[in-house]
């Protein structure tokens, strides 16, 4: 395989933000595979895949990618998590439908 060049790596990586922001779910999980080959710098893509997984709503598996991250950027990310007010509040309790009644 060739190695692409840095500026096209950037594009596709910006490319999958926009993705995600759009729902384009298959085409961000396509390129979250390729990210190793995108991006070298470990933290860097390890940013740029939490993102990508705030942004899928798995927000738990980003919250492990970053775990043991102490930047300035996963610090913004965990602040982003922790805002969300969905995340802040209990999950509702489901009302009880016998069975019966439908």
Do not use: W
Not at 60 to 81: F, G, P, Q, V, Y
């Amino acid at each position: 395989m060739n190695t692409l060049d840095t500026d096209i790596c950037r594009l596709i990586s910006e490319t999958s933000l926009a993705a995600v922001n759009h729902g384009f779910i298959e085409q961000v999980e396509t390129i979250r595979t390729a990210l190793p080959y995108l991006i070298k710098d470990s933290g860097d893509r390890q940013i740029l895949e939490a993102a990508l997984l705030i942004g899928l709503k798995q927000v738990d598996d980003a919250l492990k990618l970053l775990a043991n991250n102490s930047s300035d950027e996963a610090n913004t990310l965990r602040r982003l998590i922790e805002s969300d007010p969905v995340r802040r509040c209990p999950s509702p309790v489901q009302a009880y439908t016998h069975p019966l009644l439908g």
